[in-house]
């Protein structure tokens, strides 16, 4: 019995499996669908099929570059438990995970997955059907970022936040001091949670309506109509200050914003340094987790 990539498309949505694995279990089953998902229950493939459906909210993000700071990604690896997040095998494959994206410079998450995994003659999908056996819980390769430029990452509290700051510069990029300025600027953006680059990265629609809420709070306070546009600057450039990196107080010494501490480790180093972008993943961010009844598991349980 022949089958189709759509048979092998249906297998790996009923079982959750990977679509290697599901094309190898039709080709031992002649094609048969449920002879191929016992093939995959026997290879014990649909116990991560079942892992597959508990929500993964914990996990990683992490940040790595290369030696000389010149490529570098930012990803989030989710596990089911914060207690799997401080496994140092799920770490490590966390970290083959990054790697092997600077190497491949795959697309997106499923072009990652179809890659062989760094220092190993596995793909990563089958690298990680193999850490959810042995884990034993959902593991699941969220999202990436893949920069070629300078760049600088940094990763907070063991993994809950993960940055890579980018830039445009003539220094040595390996050196100790760009290192120690880049993640300067990371810690930052992990604290504050920065929106934006600078004040030219604001999107108009979202300057228009925080000057909307400005101008209404004016009026609000009885303010003058004469004098509001001219507070209304003022808001405006404190708008700017507290949600633009590049104009924000450098925490470290909040005589000085990020630009002019940049510029100043620049001048130290004889070159030129310009923030370029930066990328902030949180673990779970926008994941809806779930919340378990306890009360309402103990009445079933009574029924």
């Not at 094309?23 to 669908?33: Q, S, V």
Request: hydrophobic share 40%.
């Amino acid at each position: 019995m022949s089958f189709t990539a759509q048979d092998v498309k249906a297998l790996r949505e009923k079982t959750g499996c990977g679509m290697m694995d599901c094309k190898k279990a039709l080709t031992e089953a002649n094609g048969d669908m449920d002879a191929a998902i016992d093939f995959l229950r026997e290879q014990g493939l649909a116990k991560q099929a079942k892992k597959a459906s508990r929500i993964a909210a914990e996990g990683i993000a992490f940040a790595l570059t290369n030696d000389t700071n010149t490529a570098g990604v930012v990803i989030e690896v989710n596990s089911e438990t914060d207690f799997v997040a401080k496994n140092v095998d799920f770490q490590n494959f966390v970290k083959t995970c990054a790697l092997t994206v600077i190497e491949n410079a795959p697309a997106d998450v499923e072009a990652l997955k179809a890659c062989t995994a760094s220092g190993t003659d596995m793909t990563v999908e089958a690298l990680l059907q193999e850490k959810v056996l042995t884990i034993g819980e959902n593991l699941q390769i969220r999202r990436f970022e893949r920069f070629d430029s300078a760049c600088v990452g940094y990763v907070h509290a063991g993994g809950k936040i993960g940055v890579m700051v980018t830039f445009d510069t003539d220094v040595d990029t390996a050196s100790d001091a760009f290192v120690a300025c880049g993640k300067d600027v990371a810690m930052q953006i992990a604290a504050l949670n920065t929106p934006y680059l600078n004040k030219e990265s604001v999107p108009a629609d979202v300057l228009e309506h925080e000057k909307k809420i400005m101008r209404e709070q004016l009026i609000n306070e009885g303010k003058p109509e004469a004098i509001i546009e001219k507070i209304l600057g003022g808001k405006v450039a404190k708008y700017y200050k507290e949600n633009c990196l590049v104009d924000q107080e450098f925490v470290k010494n909040n005589d000085v914003n990020i630009k002019q501490y940049v510029d100043s480790v620049a001048k130290e180093l004889g070159g030129n340094i310009t923030i370029t972008g930066f990328v902030r993943y949180e673990k779970g961010e926008g994941i809806e987790k779930r919340q378990d009844d306890f009360a309402a598991e103990v009445a079933s349980m009574v029924k």
